[in-house]
């Protein structure tokens, strides 16, 4: 059974830092490409970044450069590393496993 578990979202000010975390269980995770969605009140969920089993990474324009995902293999683990958040950023995010799903998602806030 698949199993993607979200931590770390909460309530930020803007120009402020989060780190998400997703622990993967039930998946080769070593060999499958994973990543970041996220989706605002009334939008459509979309990819925030991505990053391979080699490690090739991709962002969405809006967030390269504030946005840094990475991997650890040995504790089947992702994480996105936010900084200078903006109120846009609001959003729930969702980790994702390439062909396995998202998991149940993490609210994130950023507001003064």
């Known amino acids: 059974q698949v199993q993607l578990v979200e931590s770390g979202g909460g309530l930020v000010q803007p120009g402020g830092s989060l780190r998400l975390s997703c622990l993967a269980s039930g998946i080769s995770f070593g060999g499958t490409t994973m990543g970041w969605f996220r989706q605002a009140p009334g939008k459509q969920r979309e990819l925030v970044a991505s990053?391979?089993?080699?490690?090739?990474?991709d962002y969405q324009d809006s967030v390269k450069a504030r946005f840094t995902i990475s991997r650890d293999n040995a504790k089947n683990t992702v994480f996105l590393e936010m900084n200078s958040l903006k109120p846009e950023d609001t959003a729930v995010y969702y980790c994702?496993?390439?062909?396995?799903?998202w998991g149940q998602g993490t609210q994130v806030t950023v507001s003064s």
């Open positions: 990053i391979t089993s080699g490690g090739r990474t």
């Open positions: 994702w496993a390439r062909f396995r799903g």
